[in-house]
């Protein structure tokens, strides 16, 4: 493993993740530590990664899933007062609480494409699925 390819990528791959992760959770702290559980996954794994032409999308599905895992794992908030300052954190939660009820391969797809914004063939070559799949999951979705 090249630490110093790691070294490289990390600071694009973090902004990345941390974007990413920050839309599911909506929490500065909790999105920071959602992308560096990301890109620890990342360089256990660079060998494997760092050639694939999909990596990209490989660690924003790590922070996808680690965004997903500390939403899960929150302490409940009590719901926030309806004084209409808190809509998007009202709204976040439901549709984080959605996404969460889906199937993986859904929610995958559904994170992947609209919410960290990558193309169709980059979500179908990361996910080993067809472009026509990651379509029909979307639509299930």
């Not at 890109?39 to 899933?65: C, H």
């Not at 009590?78 to 969460?100: E, F, I, K, M, Y």
Request: charged share 30%; proline share 4%.
């Amino acid at each position: 493993m090249s630490a110093r390819d790691f070294d490289s990528a990390f600071a694009r791959l973090f902004h990345d993740a941390y974007d990413v992760a920050f839309r599911i959770l909506g929490d500065a702290d909790d999105a920071e530590d959602a992308a560096l559980d990301a890109l620890t996954q990342a360089e256990l794994r660079w060998t494997k990664i760092e050639s694939l032409p999909y990596r990209d999308v490989w660690v924003m599905r790590a922070a996808v899933s680690a965004a997903i895992a500390k939403f899960r794992t929150r302490r409940p908030s009590p719901l926030p007062h309806d004084d209409g300052n808190d809509d998007n954190t009202v709204l976040r939660a439901a549709v984080v609480d959605a996404v969460v009820r889906l199937p993986r391969r859904d929610r995958d797809v559904l994170a992947l494409r609209l919410i960290a914004g990558f193309g169709e063939a980059d979500v179908a070559a990361c996910l080993g699925i067809s472009v026509k799949s990651v379509k029909r999951c979307l639509v299930r979705a």
